[in-house]
């Protein structure tokens, strides 16, 4: 069974940067795309991007392409999401994701609360 | 990009009640949708995929149903668990999430 263990929450200073650590076990790490999706909150679900290890490549959504990184390592199976200058309204839970066998969501980290606050 | 949009916001509902969930995309994404449940403090759950495919282990009593661009999460019989928020989520181009639909305890 596939299981995304996420790094602890994190505070953070405007204007500073965070990263955040998806470790995933079971299945195939490389083959699926893995992205990130935030909530902030009280709010909805907003896909941030995405990286496909066995390709090397990564997606964006437009509104985050200027400050965000996302990485994976497939020799320790680990994602990262990098999002820079960070402002107050990036404080939400940020979410790892995989798909199954489809392109939906089917596996889910537990969530990583990311407070910018001065 | 495409956009969803669902309705209702908020629905209250009693248990036992069928209820109905839509979600409409601003152009053609097939069958690519899928529908999540997200109870507070937890990370969302899938429930079906490929518009109309239920999940292993997700109970029946949860239906999707559509194509192109409306699509419908049917509850059959609510139950005290079902009470939760539901997502909408097209993955044709990229991935974008409906607003949500809140399912409140009449």
């Known amino acids: 069974q596939v299981q995304l263990v996420q790094s602890g929450s994190e505070v953070k200073k405007p204007g500073s940067s965070v990263t955040v650590s998806c470790k995933a076990s079971?299945?195939?790490?490389?083959?699926?795309?893995l992205s990130w999706v935030r909530q902030a909150p009280g709010q909805g679900l907003e896909w941030m991007g995405r990286?496909?290890?066995?390709?090397?490549?990564?997606n964006y959504a437009q509104d985050f392409q200027d400050r965000v990184t996302i990485t994976a390592d497939k020799s320790t199976n680990i994602a990262y999401l990098s999002l820079r200058s960070l402002r107050s309204d990036d404080t939400a839970v940020y979410y790892c994701t995989r798909g199954g066998d489809s392109g939906s969501f089917a596996f889910w980290g537990q969530g990583t609360l990311v407070t910018v606050s001065s | 990009d495409i956009q969803m949009t669902q309705s209702p916001s908020t629905l209250s509902a009693f248990v036992g009640d069928r209820v109905t969930i839509t979600c409409r995309a601003s152009?053609?994404?097939?069958?690519?949708l899928a529908w999540y449940q997200q109870r507070p403090g937890r990370a969302p759950k899938l429930l079906v995929y490929d518009a109309s495919i239920l999940e292993s282990g997700v109970p029946s009593r949860f239906s999707g149903s559509g194509s192109g661009t409306e699509f419908t999460l049917t509850i059959s019989s609510l139950q005290p668990d079902d009470f939760a928020t539901y997502y909408c989520?097209?993955?044709?181009?990229?991935?974008?999430f409906g607003q949500g639909t809140k399912v409140e305890i009449k």
């Open positions: 079971g299945g195939t790490f490389g083959n699926y795309a």
């Open positions: 989520q097209q993955y044709d181009t990229f991935y974008t």
């Open positions: 990286v496909i290890p066995v390709l090397g490549t990564t």
């Open positions: 152009q053609s994404i097939h069958i690519w």
